[in-house]
T-cell receptor
Framework: TQLLEQSPQFLSIQEGENLTVYCNSSSVFSSLQWYRQEPGEGPVLLVT?????EVKKLKRLTFQFGDARKDSSLHITAAQPGDTGLYLC?????????FGPGTRLSVLP | DAGVIQSPRHEVTEMGQEVTLRCKPI?????LFWYRQTMMRGLELLIY????????DSGMPEDRFSAKMPNASFSTLKIQPSEPRDSAVYFCASSRQGAGELFFGEGSRLTVL
């Protein structure tokens, strides 16, 4: 049983479209992170959200932490082929992080 | 500054052989993590160290797996004997304790035939 669920599992869209991916859990986390992983590389941190209800923007990416600190969403506006990759959410527990299974995004030119 | 350095990048071995994966964390980072990634199970935490001391090894699959961190700049993950189901990408990551951001290496892709 996954502590963190992510949806959708796979997403293939055309360049210029908008999309939202979700990260859900029945557990409360002190903070939640989003990472992007490209083929042959390790995950790279995009953002950390700490406060329930918090919204952070990183250029065309908008991250939201749920009020109850159990879920999060990532919205991408006007997706570009460079956004292609595996998007992973990670919840902080004690001194380590539990990762979700990821959403594999493909943006076609 | 150099990032987390892992070696080897790729290893192909036969069932029953010993495998040793190596990691050099970022200088100044005092937490080190070993993760395993597969398509079926995603990214799983195997073990993590704080200040060279193993804190949680509950993710280590079985006695065939062992990890050491003899000093702040080096860690190993050993599998003996290896089995085909151990085939995966093994990632090492480091962080400043309490800072929250994990910095990952490029991974070691292990194939056990």
């Amino acid at each position: 049983t996954q502590l963190l669920e992510q949806s959708p599992q796979f997403l293939s869209i055309q360049e210029g479209e908008n999309l939202t991916v979700y990260c859900n859990s029945s557990s409360v986390f002190s903070s939640l992170q989003w990472y992007r992983q490209e083929p042959g590389e390790g995950p790279v941190l995009l953002v950390t959200v700490v406060t329930g209800g918090e919204v952070k923007k990183l250029k065309r990416l908008t991250f939201q932490f749920g009020d109850a600190r159990k879920d999060s969403s990532l919205h991408i506006t006007a997706a570009q082929p460079g956004d292609t990759g595996l998007y992973l959410c990670a919840g902080a527990r004690s001194q380590n992080f539990v990762f979700g299974p990821g959403t594999r995004l493909s943006v076609l030119p | 500054d150099a990032g987390v350095i892992q070696s080897p990048r790729h290893e192909v071995t036969e069932m029953g052989q010993e495998v040793t994966l190596r990691c050099k964390p970022i200088s100044g980072h005092n937490s080190l993590f070993w993760y395993r990634q597969t398509m079926m199970r995603g990214l799983e935490l195997l073990i993590y160290f704080n200040n060279n001391v193993p804190i949680d090894d509950s993710g280590m699959p079985e006695d065939r797996f062992s990890a050491k961190m003899p000093n702040a700049s080096f860690s190993t993950l050993k599998i003996q004997p290896s089995e085909p189901r151990d085939s995966a990408v093994y990632f090492c990551a480091s962080s400043r304790q309490g800072a929250g951001e994990l910095f990952f290496g490029e991974g070691s892709r292990l194939t056990v035939l």
